[in-house]
């Protein structure tokens, strides 16, 4: 079992930026990391993964060059570093762990509570 907890979201101006981390109970090193969001009236969606032994990187089209996950398993923390927010960024976003293989569905094992990001105009 595995207890993740977000935070680090806020209220910035476009072209601003976050670091988002999300910080686990227990050991991560099992597990593919993700971050998901998701807006008022939309469904979640696909926002970074990345692999538990390669590092291997993912992401949504949308914030591909605008944003990084990267992991510390010393720390068990995950972190997104969003840069160059946009106001459609605006949205909670979930930290989730997975043993499975399909990073981009949000079919997680583990997930936190969400932290809010609004970007503004």
């Known amino acids: 079992q595995v207890q993740l907890v977000e935070s680090g979201g806020g209220l910035v101006q476009a072209g601003g930026s976050l670091r988002l981390s999300c910080a686990a109970s227990?050991?991560?090193?099992?597990?593919?990391m993700g971050w998901f969001r998701q807006a008022p009236g939309k469904e979640r969606e696909f926002v970074a993964a990345i692999r538990r032994v390669s590092g291997i990187t993912y992401y949504n089209d949308s914030v591909k060059g605008r944003f990084t996950i990267s992991r510390d398993n010393a720390k068990n923390t995950v972190y997104l570093q969003t840069n160059s927010l946009k106001p459609e960024d605006t949205a909670v976003y979930y930290c989730?762990?997975?043993?499975?293989?399909?990073?981009?569905?949000?079919?997680?094992?583990?997930w936190g509570q969400g932290t809010q990001v609004t970007v503004s105009s």
């Open positions: 227990g050991r991560i090193n099992m597990y593919t």
């Open positions: 989730a762990a997975t043993t499975g293989l399909d990073y981009w569905r949000p079919e997680y094992d583990y």
